[in-house]
């Protein structure tokens, strides 16, 4: 595709309800990053995946959020046992190198609203 | 742990003013992105800064990165309506880690 896809869109669960985000990000694209941005807010770091390995998950919130990236290229962000405070949009954003190394420009998908009850 | 403020966090301009973003953080950075966010959509890179002091121009936006590497401007000269939407920094120490700051929503009254 041409873009950072997100699927899906919109989702709605229930409390202590597990969701799975699915990020596809531009083919070749060895950096894949997700955020988490509130409403009025900035998107806030999560996690890092440079090609299948995670280098960084410093961003999670807690251990009830579990991303994967197995072969590289698709990426899902899980969520166990949603709570109230995990609405979110659910950012991912590829790069075509490395993170680090040249210009990092971040391609951001249209993200995943969610919405805890 | 590492900060990154944005000031002013709204401003209301008429067509035609310039505006103006600053971008802080409690860090010396590694490098310094823009990105700009539409309302409900998502953030677009604009450009990065890498080297103490640098400016670079695109049309009617100039950026600069600070001496110290610790703060950036966004300048637009000549606001148009379709600049309309939230400016945010992100910047890194050097890892992976890129922090945005807390945006500038900007609105242009024609």
């Known amino acids: 595709g041409a873009g950072v896809s997100q699927s899906p869109r919109y989702k709605v669960a229930k409390r202590g309800q597990d969701v799975a985000l699915r990020c596809d990000p531009i083919?070749?694209?060895?950096?894949l990053f997700w955020y988490q941005q509130a409403l009025g807010q900035g998107p806030e770091f999560l996690t890092y995946?440079?090609?299948?390995?995670?280098?960084?998950k410093s961003g999670l919130p807690s251990d009830r959020f579990f991303a994967e990236r197995p072969e590289g290229s698709v990426s899902t962000l899980k969520i166990q046992r949603t709570q109230q405070e995990d609405s979110a949009v659910y950012l991912c954003?590829?790069?075509?190198?490395?993170?680090?190394?040249?210009?990092?420009?971040?391609?951001f998908g249209p993200g995943t609203r969610l919405t805890v009850l | 742990g590492q900060q990154v403020m944005q000031i002013p966090q709204y401003q209301h301009v008429q067509e035609g003013e310039d505006f103006t973003t600053y971008c802080n953080s409690s860090?010396?950075?590694?490098?310094i992105q823009w990105y700009k966010q539409r309302p409900g959509g998502h953030p677009v890179f604009l450009i990065q800064?890498?080297?103490?002091?640098e400016v670079k121009k695109q049309k009617r936006l100039t950026f600069q990165f600070g001496e110290a590497k610790k703060n950036s401007s966004l300048h637009i000269t000549a606001t148009q309506t379709t600049d309309v939407g939230t400016y945010f920094c992100?910047?890194?120490?050097?890892?992976?880690?890129?922090?945005f700051g807390t945006g500038t929503r900007l609105k242009v009254l024609a």
């Open positions: 860090t010396t950075l590694s490098n």
């Open positions: 992100a910047g890194t120490s050097g890892t992976y880690k890129y922090i």
């Open positions: 995946f440079q090609n299948e390995a995670q280098l960084d």
């Open positions: 800064l890498v080297k103490s002091g």
């Open positions: 083919s070749g694209h060895v950096s």
């Open positions: 954003a590829s790069s075509r190198r490395p993170a680090g190394q040249g210009t990092d420009t971040q391609y």
